[in-house]
């Protein structure tokens, strides 16, 4: 089960209203919008996926690692714990 489960919906609610803002970017962009609207547009569509990324590496780093932390597996908590570093790093990246 992915740590995210319990909070689903609003993940997917969330993520609606950013789908609903990239289309209204479209049709800003379709009807010639003045370049800094649409920029404007683009910064909130961005902020608002960096948010949600963000939730979703606490969802992981609460239950997944520690899932795997407070296994018997130390390979297993190796493996999620670089995994998540990794997830990080391309977080931080973008």
């Known amino acids: ?3 995210y489960e319990m909070h689903k919906d609003e993940y997917l609610a969330r993520l609606k209203r950013i789908e609903g ?3 209204g970017i479209h049709r800003m962009v379709d009807e010639d919008t003045y370049c800094i609207d649409v920029l404007t547009q683009v910064s909130a569509v961005t902020r608002a996926l960096q948010s949600v990324a963000v939730g979703l590496v606490d969802e992981h780093l609460r239950h997944c690692v520690r899932d ?3 296994g018997d597996d130390p390979d297993e908590a190796d493996r999620v ?3 998540a570093t990794r997830a990080i790093e391309r977080l931080v990246r973008s």
Do not use: F, H
């Open 1 to 3: 089960m992915p740590g």
């Open 68 to 70: 795997a932390a407070a």
């Open 21 to 23: 803002q990239v289309r």
């Open 81 to 83: 714990l670089t995994e």
